[in-house]
């Protein structure tokens, strides 16, 4: 197969990597508040997505780093748009990070 197609499937594979992980959290944060066990909710939506985002990569990498990296990349763009996609309504947009006036003292 060509290395190209392998690395753009791998990127591929990542964003769909992700958006299972993703929305499976988006999913598990809107059930958890009528859930009978709430932690038991949690804790099984953390180990179901992990172990299927860990053994996707190991399939996916199959030793190959640039693979491995491409599908992290994938990954990442997943979470962005699971992010904006399930962002309120009126929810402003985030913005960058200011700088804390109160972590700043004289002695």
Known sequence: MNETLTLVLALAAGVVLGA??????WWTVQRVVSAKRPALCVLGSLLLRTSLALAGFF???RGHWERLLLCLVGFVIAR???????RSPGEPQPRPAEENIHAHYSR
């Not at 299972?20 to 959290?25: A, E, H, I, Y």
């Not at 962005?80 to 399930?86: F, Q, S």
């Open 59 to 61: 399939v996916i990498a």
């Open 20 to 25: 299972m992980f993703f929305g499976g959290l």
């Open 80 to 86: 962005l748009v699971v992010t904006w996609l399930t």
